[in-house]
């Protein structure tokens, strides 16, 4: 008795399918090109020439993340197309807070089965958040792992690589007591807290539901929204200001990561009311119920980064930035004492 000759795609894995989503891919890679970059997908390297006139003494600023449980909402409502703006902006918007510029990014899928509508929704969203950040996507991987995932799901990764000036390079230790504290408005959970968010949301209300606070939207809208990426805004700020510090608010909300951009001997002070909070963290806040020093220490609460700025400066800044597009609000200051954040209710 002769056994019939296993193939590569008895496992699952299908080749054919893999080239076609490459060849779907390049499309969207390609939108991103901007100087610099030097070709497109394919090739076993991304490959990426900064200009050095503009950084004579270059570092650079690398970052990397993921978009955490946020994903199983796309799965949920089959909508794919948000999440990878989601993934580009937690890693742009940590490098940016180095004061570093993004040149160029890369990504990885893991799916069980290379469902190619799908895929090519994700990585459509990768490219518009490059567009967004200025950085070009040069390479990636999408690896299929039958056995690894449920079928229709999948796990994503990306990676960012931004260049500062050694001189530029924003590490906080200009921040000193009297300092004004600036925030940039997020645009609601980005994607941090989804645990906690899906828990609360997703046993009060249905998808579909529309609570009057959100507006009109449904409340997998508003979950899905994309994460704001700042890197245009910000870098103009940067260029313009003598930014003391900034901070990308993600996991662990105002008390982790404000005291991150805090030299000893500090601490931040935030009064609330001073900025607008979206409607959707008081859904949670109010349907978990969720404690407000839990909600601080989990969400954004609505504001996305948070910069240090002189208290001369902080009028000009909160007006440059609503110029590029943000909405802006002198949120606090900096204050002698142990480092740490204080929320003034």
């Not at 076609?20 to 490959?47: D, P, Q």
């Not at 056995?147 to 960012?160: Q, T």
């Not at 948070?306 to 000009?316: H, N, Y």
Request: aromatic letters at 8%; a negative charge; one cysteine or more.
């Amino acid at each position: 008795m002769t056994n019939k000759p296993v193939t590569y795609a008895d496992t699952g894995v299908n080749r054919e399918r893999h080239y076609e989503l490459v060849k779907r891919i390049g499309a969207h890679t390609g939108r991103t090109a901007r100087a610099g970059m030097l070709s497109n997908i394919g090739a076993f390297g991304g490959f990426f020439a900064p200009d050095l006139t503009k950084y004579p003494d270059p570092v650079l600023v690398s970052g990397t993340d993921g978009v955490g449980t946020k994903l199983k909402l796309a799965f949920m409502s089959g909508r794919h197309d948000t999440v990878g703006q989601d993934l580009v902006a937690m890693c742009v918007n940590d490098i940016l807070c180095q004061g570093a510029e993004p040149l160029f990014f890369l990504d990885y899928i893991g799916v069980a089965e290379k469902n190619l509508e799908m895929l090519e929704q994700v990585v459509k969203g990768v490219a518009d958040g490059c567009l967004l950040a200025g950085c070009a996507l040069i390479g990636g991987e999408t690896a299929e792992l039958p056995g690894m995932y449920a079928p229709g799901e999948y796990d994503m990764a990306g990676f960012a690589v931004g260049i500062v000036n050694r001189d530029r390079i924003l590490t906080g230790e200009k921040v000193a007591a009297g300092d004004k504290l600036v925030g940039l408005a997020s645009s609601g959970l980005h994607s941090n807290g989804y645990s906690l968010a899906r828990r609360v949301l997703l046993s009060a209300f249905s998808a579909d539901d529309r609570p009057s606070s959100l507006g009109g939207a449904t409340v997998m809208d508003a979950m899905l929204t994309p994460t704001r990426i700042y890197a245009k805004s910000f870098l103009s700020l940067y260029e313009r200001f003598d930014i003391h510090g900034a901070a990308n608010i993600t996991g662990g909300g105002f008390h982790e990561n404000i005291p991150r951009m805090l030299p000893d001997g500090v601490r931040a002070v935030l009064n609330w009311g001073t900025w607008e909070v979206p409607p959707i963290f008081g859904l949670i806040e109010q349907h978990g119920p969720v404690e407000p020093h839990e909600m601080e220490s989990t969400f954004n609460m609505g504001l996305g980064m948070v910069m240090a700025v002189a208290a001369s400066d902080a009028s000009e800044v909160v007006a440059a930035a609503r110029g590029a597009g943000e909405q802006a609000w002198v949120v606090g200051e900096v204050v002698e004492g142990a480092m740490g954040v204080e929320v003034r209710r």
